[in-house]
């Protein structure tokens, strides 16, 4: 949409960027409703909770010894961690200043905040900078017009956070505060992005373009006047919103995993929110039939209670963000509102993300309960997912499996892995994502336990690994879906990028019936003679023998036998350390099972029940 046009659709008469997080009601008002309400009572005390801890601590300080580590050691958590405290002080003392605004520790402990952030010496993460030299001290990069302002997803973050807080404080926050805010917004994130070279996540088709573009967008729409400036900003981040649609196709997947879900799509509403305020409603993102698509992925990603399907870099765990939810099922009835108590706690964002949490407090309906996610099975067709969650008499159970490619965003090269769980518990599972770091988003990054085919449910063929790239793919063979049964069928040969592997069929036939089963069939065929065909199962617990061709995995609540033929197939388990997003180092297992002498063809089965 050209400036022009979007300058005509601005509303500006009688516009107070204060009442854009407010439409129908006074801040007075929706400031009585939120504590007057027993829905929003627990994560109000969360919030104040938190603001007690954080009044008797200090700010703690980005040093310069923490901001190299990432150049000279290629760790960035440390930074990181601490960067994040800091937003933590942000966003929690300006939710209390607004809350309670009787409480003048909360008001000077924001201010404090407020002035801190507007120091910094970049608002980007160390990781995130242009490498090597000059570039990265200084947190530049050359461009037409001389050196221009590196903008990352926090930069972006922070402006929007800085002046949506100001907004909602009003006279709370100090005349030279509000000004400082306008100042540093603009210096560091809005001239940049009005007169400099455009920024590669400006065509991304990932979260990068949602969260960047969406809170440069919004910062603009609270600190610029309606006119020229404010639409040539819309008009770019407009662009790189219709970039991050790209990414999608139309079943709506995030193949990047639930998380970025939440946080790409989730920056793609809170600036669609404004906009659509903004223009009094001439400028509606969310009339889409891929929108909506997109918004109903929440409800086919989850299995069991907070257990998402974490194909890539997803957490196996996740709460929900209740405002997200309750705003996006008033768009879309279709949208299925979760049960409060999957609801995510204050401190759940480690990134201690502004907009996101004043949302929780604005957007959720009081009287809305939601439900616990209900028994379906769904088949995503472009991204070649099947989910699957049976609830019968005996329990409920869980399938996922998925196909796609090896090139996906925040891709893990896991092509035909599958999880598996029952009552809460996942006996066969995916890792998710690592703990992330220069290894993590360079040459080692296959290396790594989560992200290459090694840490996954899927075949070693000759003692090769899956293969990276968007020629490794996988080709639907077979998807079919009653009340009883689920077929999901792929060839997967592509991922190998083995010459000696001509075929590679892995068949999936899911069973929802009171004693719910999966059967798995592998089907090879080789140009010559293989060495060897091992099958490998990832889980949390160690797997044990129980005679003759069976192994149970024992998850306490829930245990899982794995029948085969033990005259063909012997098996091994190997105790594998993974470490997680959050650096943990946390122990699982891989459970091997080796064909003896495999032939030039070869098929493999596999069956997996329940037991008591």
């Not at 917004?185 to 001239?191: F, G, H, K, T, Y």
């Not at 809170?270 to 109903?296: C, N, P, W």
Request: net charge negative.
């Amino acid at each position: 949409m050209e400036a022009s046009l979007i300058r005509s659709k601005l509303v500006t008469e009688g516009f107070e960027a204060s009442r854009l997080l407010f439409p129908g009601e006074t801040p007075e008002q929706a400031r009585a409703r939120l504590l007057g309400s027993a829905a929003h009572e627990p994560l109000i005390g969360e919030i104040r909770g938190e603001a007690e801890v954080l009044l008797k601590e200090p700010m703690p300080e980005l040093t310069y010894s923490l901001f190299r580590l990432f150049e000279e050691k290629g760790s960035r958590s440390e930074y990181d961690r601490t960067y994040f405290r800091r937003r933590n002080a942000l966003a929690t003392f300006g939710l209390m200043c607004w809350l309670e605004p009787e409480r003048q520790d909360y008001a000077d402990a924001l201010a404090d905040a407020v002035w801190s952030v507007c120091n910094e010496y970049t608002w980007c993460l160390s990781a995130h900078l242009a490498p090597g030299g000059a570039e990265l001290q200084s947190g530049i990069r050359a461009s037409g017009t001389g050196e221009q302002p590196t903008v990352d997803l926090f930069a972006a973050e922070t402006a929007f956070a800085l002046c949506e807080i100001a907004a909602l404080t009003g006279d709370r926050l100090p005349p030279l505060l509000r000004r400082r805010v306008q100042q540093e917004v603009r210096r560091r994130v809005l001239e940049p992005f009005l007169t400099g070279a455009a920024y590669k996540w400006e065509t991304e088709t990932h979260n990068w373009a949602a969260v960047c573009a969406g809170s440069i967008g919004a910062a603009a729409i609270y600190s610029l006047p309606g006119g020229e400036e404010l639409a040539a900003v819309l008009e770019r981040c407009l662009k790189a919103l219709d970039h991050y649609l790209l990414g999608f196709e139309a079943d709506g997947a995030c193949t990047e995993g639930y998380a970025y879900w939440q946080y790409g799509f989730g920056f793609y509403v809170y600036f669609a929110d404004l906009l659509k305020l903004r223009t009094g409603g001439q400028i509606d993102l969310f009339d889409s039939a891929k929108v909506k698509e997109i918004a109903m992925f929440q409800q086919k990603c989850f299995l069991d209670g907070r257990k998402v399907v974490n194909f890539s870099d997803s957490v196996p765990e996740a709460g929900v963000f209740l405002g997200l939810s309750h705003y996006l099922q008033a768009l879309y009835p279709g949208m299925e509102v979760p049960e409060a108590g999957l609801r995510s706690a204050y401190t759940e964002d480690h990134c201690r993300r502004w907009a996101p949490a004043l949302r929780n407090l604005l957007w959720v309906r009081g009287e809305e309960q939601g439900a616990p996610w209900a028994g379906a099975s769904y088949y995503l067709p472009d991204a070649q997912w099947l989910v699957s969650r049976h609830r019968c008499p005996s329990g409920s159970y869980v399938f996922a499996a998925k196909g796609g490619h090896n090139a996906e965003p925040h891709n893990h090269n896991d092509i035909g892995q599958f999880m598996l769980g029952a009552g809460g518990v996942m006996l066969l599972t995916d890792l998710g994502s690592g703990q992330y770091s220069r290894d993590y988003f360079g040459s080692g990054r296959y290396g790594i336990l989560c992200n290459g085919s090694q840490g996954h449910s899927v075949p070693i063929v000759d003692g090769r690994l899956q293969q990276a790239g968007r020629s490794a793919c996988a080709v639907l063979v077979e998807r079919t879906s009653t009340d009883t049964q689920d077929v999901f069928a792929i060839e997967l040969s592509a991922a190998y990028a083995y010459e000696g592997l001509a075929r590679l069929e892995r068949r999936f036939v899911w069973s929802k019936t009171d004693e719910p089963m999966l059967e798995l069939e592998d089907a090879f065929e080789f140009t010559g003679q293989p060495i060897s065909v091992v099958e490998r199962f990832i889980s949390w617990y160690k797997p044990e023998g129980l005679g003759p061709g069976l192994v149970r995995i024992d998850g306490g609540e829930a245990r899982l036998e794995i029948r085969f033929d033990e005259s063909r197939l012997s098996w091994t388990a190997a105790e594998l350390e993974h470490i997680d997003h959050f650096g943990r180092k946390t122990a699982c297992y891989a459970l091997d099972f080796a064909v003896g002498h495999p032939a030039r063809t070869e098929t493999v089965k596999l069956v997996f029940s329940f037991a008591d």
